[in-house]
């Protein structure tokens, strides 16, 4: 900025000298791309669901008997045993959607102690809340002839959680200008934790609350222009103050009737 006032000014130079002075006011931009990958988690109990979720349980009867006695040797315990193994399909989870809130500051310091006085990146994440409606249809009694039976991915639930998150980039350039950043929801893992029973007598096993884990990363491609000069004392700062949204469908394969 300095070199194209002095240029302004300059109207009795020489022309050799005005040259020099628009020589050196040549300052080039460039426009370079940052990626960085913002990790996120959210693990919580979840306790509502649409439909009750099958578990693998294993049910074990015993007999216990005594076998006529014997002169060799003296029988302490006896049992017929029979064990049934219930396998289910597991319970896996599926995006449905995701919604970010951001408040985005691009920010410049004369003085690099200012800028570490910034509080820091940080991250909170929040239980998960059941959306889905309850309302369910009942079967209509009587029917049964007019229905089959087969397997088909049934909704357990769906659910929504919200992160926090404070991402702080600095660059080493002189930035003068954020041009673009896009933004992809990547998740690296997903779990619905289901407890382990093991059923005793002949009452049906109820699942009261599971456990639900969503682990995965904002994906960033940060778009900017910089200042091509031989060097600057103040530091630029990109701050985002981010909310993400997240909506979680679990589903597990089922058994159902299905009208023919």
């Given at each position: 900025?300095?070199?194209?006032?002095v240029?302004?000014?300059?109207?009795?130079?020489?022309?050799?000298?005005?040259?020099?002075?628009?020589?050196?006011?040549?300052?080039?931009?460039?426009?370079?791309?940052?990626?960085?990958?913002?990790?996120?988690?959210?693990?919580?109990?979840?306790?509502?669901?649409?439909?009750?979720?099958?578990?693998?349980?294993?049910?074990?009867?015993?007999?216990?008997?005594?076998?006529?006695?014997n002169?060799?040797?003296?029988?302490?315990?006896?049992?017929?045993?029979?064990?049934?193994?219930?396998?289910?399909?597991?319970?896996?989870?599926?995006?449905v959607?995701?919604?970010?809130?951001?408040?985005r500051?691009?920010?410049?310091?004369?003085?690099?102690k200012?800028?570490?006085?910034?509080?820091?990146?940080?991250?909170?994440?929040?239980?998960?809340?059941?959306?889905?409606?309850?309302?369910?249809?009942?079967?209509?009694?009587?029917?049964?002839?007019?229905?089959?039976?087969?397997?088909?991915?049934?909704?357990?639930?769906?659910?929504?959680?919200?992160?926090?998150?404070?991402?702080?980039?600095?660059?080493?350039?002189?930035?003068?200008?954020?041009?673009?950043?896009?933004?992809?929801?990547?998740?690296?893992?997903?779990?619905?934790?289901?407890p382990?029973?093991?059923?005793t007598?002949?009452?049906?096993?109820?699942?009261?609350?599971?456990?639900?884990?969503?682990?995965?990363?904002?994906?960033?491609?940060?778009?900017?222009?910089?200042?091509?000069?031989?060097?600057?004392?103040?530091?630029y700062?990109?701050?985002?103050?981010?909310?993400?949204?997240?909506?979680?469908?679990?589903?597990?394969?089922?058994?159902?009737?299905v009208?023919?």
């Amino acid at each position: 900025k300095e070199d194209v006032e002095v240029v302004a000014d300059s109207e009795n130079e020489t022309a050799l000298e005005k040259e020099d002075v628009g020589t050196k006011s040549e300052i080039k931009s460039l426009v370079r791309s940052m990626v960085m990958k913002t990790p996120f988690s959210i693990t919580s109990e979840v306790s509502s669901f649409l439909k009750s979720p099958n578990i693998s349980i294993k049910k074990q009867g015993a007999f216990v008997f005594q076998n006529e006695k014997n002169a060799g040797y003296r029988e302490l315990d006896a049992k017929l045993l029979t064990t049934v193994q219930y396998y289910h399909g597991k319970a896996y989870c599926k995006l449905v959607s995701s919604k970010l809130h951001e408040k985005r500051e691009f920010l410049e310091f004369s003085n690099p102690k200012v800028e570490d006085d910034i509080e820091k990146n940080r991250i909170e994440a929040s239980s998960w809340i059941p959306i889905h409606s309850m309302k369910l249809e009942k079967e209509r009694e009587g029917e049964f002839n007019d229905y089959i039976t087969v397997k088909l991915p049934i909704e357990i639930g769906k659910y929504q959680g919200e992160i926090s998150l404070r991402e702080k980039v600095v660059f080493k350039e002189k930035v003068t200008e954020i041009k673009d950043v896009s933004q992809e929801i990547i998740l690296t893992k997903n779990e619905f934790l289901l407890p382990k029973i093991k059923k005793t007598g002949q009452n049906p096993v109820t699942i009261e609350k599971a456990g639900l884990l969503v682990e995965g990363y904002i994906y960033q491609c940060i778009e900017y222009t910089i200042e091509q000069s031989l060097s600057h004392d103040n530091v630029y700062q990109l701050m985002q103050n981010i909310v993400l949204e997240l909506t979680i469908q679990v589903l597990q394969e089922q058994e159902v009737r299905v009208r023919m």
